[in-house]
């Protein structure tokens, strides 16, 4: 029986205030409404922005639905939707790409007008949420909010895949991969032959450190205050890895001795503390040196440092999912991944049902985990 036009009730992790567990409860998805996709969920990678949500240092509306590394299918399509139709295999994506705004028809552009994870108001356009509980409406996150058995998102949040990719592993396609291999390919424009050092060995730090080896930088010095996290990051390219409570000196003096006073060449943050992102800044060459914000930042955070840092020539800048445009960017990625360009393996360490996605965020914060995967 179809559920087109129907309101659905499915399973749902929703989160009623910050530094909470997920409590997974039967919520209800209104059907979607003129240029919105409804899509039924396969997977979901856990990535640490979400965690950042949980633990209070990004502030958004609660209660909330998070989730935005995954697969779906779609269900059904409100009025006016053309680029998707019931049955095509999709990734719902925190970046819209509406190709009308400055930024979608700007060629370095990619944070179109219409996205939500600036302001975070956990609001569809029409100032509502398709979501809600025992009749109290629920906020979604980021314009996704996968991690519900079914979702509402614009068109223009969602990209068709290949109908053959495995969800179970493309879902990292749509933030952690990307934004890490983006980063290096987009944002920095790493050259061949360069000395690269990358802060968090994560799932997120790790894909930056395969995309300065497949672009061939010559050293790529892998920092992470967890030494366990070491072995992988070097089978997936670093030439070395160094662990700052080893040290005495600040980790940016050391990686000067390291590269003979002169610095890195590119330099990227993959934790979100503002005082990585200012050690990965002094640790770059201080003429042409680029440091590389990804971690994403507390709300509230503020940053003191010498302009001087500057002045001599480096280059700061951040990254949103790697610089990618989402609509356009998305299916080639999964091509490349179907084409077995790169393999996403090694990433996932834990793959595990829906309902152990307390259990998932857990093994993330104590370091067990690089990507874990939900799947319904
Ligand atoms: P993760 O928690 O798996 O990895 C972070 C790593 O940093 C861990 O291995 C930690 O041990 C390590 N670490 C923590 N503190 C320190 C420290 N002081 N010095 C050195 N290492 C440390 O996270 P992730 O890989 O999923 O995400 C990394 C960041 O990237 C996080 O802030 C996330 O929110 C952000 C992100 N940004 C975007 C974007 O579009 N810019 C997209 C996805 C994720
Ligand atoms: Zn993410
Ligand atoms: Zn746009």
Not at 310 to 317: A, H, I, M
Request: glycine share 10%; hydrophobic share 40%.
């Amino acid at each position: 029986m179809s559920t087109a036009g129907k309101v659905i009730k499915c399973k749902a992790a929703v989160i009623w205030e910050p530094k909470k567990p997920f409590s997974i409860v039967e919520i209800e998805v209104a059907p979607p409404k003129a240029h919105e996709v409804r899509i039924k969920i396969l997977a979901n990678g856990i990535c640490r922005s979400d965690d950042h949500v949980l633990t209070g240092s990004v502030k958004v509306n609660f209660p909330i639905i998070l989730g935005h590394e995954a697969v779906g299918v779609v269900e059904s399509v409100g009025e006016g939707v053309t680029s998707v139709k019931p049955g095509d295999k999709v990734i719902p994506h925190f970046l819209p790409q509406c190709g009308e705004c400055k930024a979608c028809i700007h060629p370095r552009g990619n944070l179109c007008k219409k996205n939500d994870i600036v302001k975070c108001t956990g609001l569809m356009a029409d100032g509502t949420t398709r979501f809600s509980y025992q009749g109290k409406q629920i906020h979604n996150c980021g314009s996704t909010s996968t991690f519900s058995e079914y979702t509402v998102v614009h068109e223009d949040s969602v990209a068709k895949i290949d109908a053959a990719a495995p969800p179970e592993k493309v879902c990292l396609i749509s933030c952690g991969f990307s934004t890490g291999y983006g980063a290096v390919v987009n944002s920095a424009k790493v050259e061949p032959g360069s000395t690269c050092a990358v802060f968090g060995l994560g799932g997120v730090g790790l894909s930056v450190i395969m995309g300065c080896k497949v672009v061939g930088a010559s050293r790529i010095i892998g920092i992470d205050i967890n030494k366990d996290k070491f072995p992988l990051a070097k089978e997936l390219g670093a030439t070395e890895c160094v662990n700052p409570l080893d040290f005495k000196k600040p980790i940016n003096e050391v990686l000067f001795d390291m590269t003979d006073g002169e610095g890195v060449d590119y330099s990227f943050e993959v934790i979100g503390r503002p005082e990585t992102m200012s050690a990965a800044l002094a640790s770059c060459n201080m003429n042409y040196g680029t440091s590389v914000i990804v971690g994403v930042p507390p709300t509230t955070a503020e940053i003191t440092f010498s302009p001087s840092l500057l002045f001599t020539g480096r280059t700061w800048k951040g990254t949103v999912f790697g610089g990618w445009k989402s609509k356009d960017s998305l299916p080639r990625l999964v091509s490349d991944f179907m084409e077995k360009k790169f393999s996403l393996d090694l990433l996932i360490t834990h793959t595990m049902p829906f309902d152990k996605i307390n259990e998932g965020f857990e093994l993330l914060r104590a370091g067990k985990s690089i990507r874990g995967v939900l799947v319904f």
